[in-house]
């Protein structure tokens, strides 16, 4: 009989071999040490808001927005900030020199804490605060030079998609249907209109040139990204239109685009398996994502 030699591979995290530094809770630990309590609630009732910052030459782009919504998706909750915005912007720019992160995302996770399990919010627990970095090329991005493909899904998240919370499963598996289509994200539509991407906000350029992406309410996510692009492209003298807007207006539209942090300014380039305009990314798209980025490397802090 022969012996089997079982060889146990490092788990490879695709990011960096190293491994990475995380804070949690007040501390920077190696990731491996990185824990949080089974009863804390961001585990069992999504009871959680988060961020994602990205990281441009070792620099924060919009902070401050971040900061910002993060502190109105606390109140929103009626959850304690677990430190000043100022300390936060602190951890952030450690966490940078410590990872060694040039460019990519530093993701931030506020929960209300561990507490015994109870569908009320319990008195007095102290909020988790976890946050952890992601190394990624954010600016020579294939998918933002190719375009992706999207299809067109019922929007079936909960009624305040204006705070950040960590209850990501419809998009989750939004993104995975997409997938198994062959598309590369899903339009989330609501009574006829469309109101985001999975994890992105949405917009259409028309025939004549005027841009269109849903108007702010508790429908969607007021993105930082939505809110910088939106000023540059009125600057550009370039027209906007915030409403709602349908599947059949994406269709005969000239060109598509989305907007977040993590991928800036993105062109979509199909529907449903309907090519938008010319089926490749379009001038507006391309414009605007060069600009947005000169404005995101001149004011990254
Ligand atoms: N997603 N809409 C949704 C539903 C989002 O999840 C996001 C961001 C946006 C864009 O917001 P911003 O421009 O502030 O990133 C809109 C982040 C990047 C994520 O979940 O990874």
């Not at 019922?154 to 289509?181: C, F, H, N, Y």
């Not at 108007?215 to 692009?229: E, F, Y």
């Not at 906007?240 to 060109?255: G, H, M, N, Q, Y």
Request: proline residues 4%.
């Amino acid at each position: 009989m022969t012996m089997k030699t079982y060889i146990h591979q490092p788990v490879n995290y695709g990011v960096k071999s190293m491994s990475r530094t995380v804070y949690v809770n007040g501390n920077y630990v190696p990731e491996e040490q990185a824990t949080v309590s089974v009863f804390d609630r961001g585990f069992l009732f999504a009871d959680a808001v988060y961020e994602v910052t990205s990281v441009l030459g070792g620099k924060l782009i919009a902070f401050d927005g971040h900061a910002k919504r993060l502190e109105r998706s606390l109140r929103e909750l009626q959850m304690d900030a677990p430190c000043t915005m100022d300390e936060l912007k602190e951890i952030h720019h450690e966490m940078v020199a410590r990872n060694d992160l040039v460019e990519g995302l530093i993701y931030l996770q506020v929960t209300r804490g561990a507490a015994d399990r109870d569908f009320a919010f319990p008195k007095d627990t102290k909020p988790t605060i976890v946050l952890f970095t992601q190394a990624k090329n954010l600016t020579n991005s294939p998918t933002a030079d190719a375009g992706i493909k999207v299809i067109s899904i019922p929007d079936i998240r909960w009624g305040r998609r204006d705070i950040k919370t960590v209850q990501l499963l419809a998009p989750s598996l939004g993104k995975m249907e997409a997938k198994a289509a062959g598309a590369d994200d899903a339009w989330l539509v609501e009574d006829g209109f469309v109101t985001e991407g999975t994890s992105n906000n949405a917009y259409i350029v028309t025939k004549n040139g005027t841009i269109v992406t849903r108007n702010l309410s508790t429908d969607i996510l007021h993105g930082i990204t939505r809110a910088a692009v939106l000023r540059l492209a009125a600057e550009a003298q370039i027209k906007i239109e915030e409403r709602p807007f349908t599947v059949d207006e994406v269709k005969d539209a000239a060109e598509a685009f989305f907007t977040s942090a993590s991928a800036f300014v993105c062109p979509v380039i199909e529907i449903d398996g309907c090519p938008i305009g010319t089926g490749t990314p379009g001038p507006v798209a391309n414009r605007l994502r060069d600009i947005y980025l000169q404005e995101a490397l001149k004011t990254a802090t």
